[in-house]
Nanobody, 125 residues
């Protein structure tokens, strides 16, 4: 299993940018599909983006497509989420997660078996 630690959250004004990082440990990171999710108070955990082990494709929810970019550096055991043009409705706790390749749907939180502790992102208007 992969251990995950997110960082990079904080307070930003609307229209601003943040880059989240997720540092992984464990020998299966380089073969894992990595995803980013978020959860706002009183809401379900929401899929944002995913990237397979080789970074060959990326997938996004409609709510963040064109504004967020997921990437990974397997040499550094790290996955990133670059967030631009942030909106107040992006305020949430952001989580990275890992799942085995070819297991479940990349947009389903139930397919992921390793989760970080989350990092708070707050966007002020």
């Amino acid at each position: 299993q992969v251990q995950l630690v997110e960082s990079g959250g904080g307070l930003v004004q609307a229209g601003g940018s943040l880059r989240l990082s997720c540092a992984a440990s464990g020998r299966t990171f380089s073969s894992s599909t990595m995803g980013w999710f978020r959860q706002a108070p009183g809401k379900e955990r929401e899929f944002l983006a995913a990237i397979p082990w080789n970074g060959g494709s990326t997938y996004y929810s409609d709510s963040v497509k064109g504004r967020f970019t997921i990437s990974r550096d397997n040499a550094k055991n790290t996955v990133y989420l670059q967030m631009n043009s942030l909106k107040p409705e992006d305020t949430a706790v952001y989580y990275c997660a890992a799942k085995a390749p070819f297991y479940g749907d990349f947009y389903s939180k139930n397919a992921y078996n390793s989760w970080g502790q989350g990092t708070q992102v707050t966007v002020s208007s």
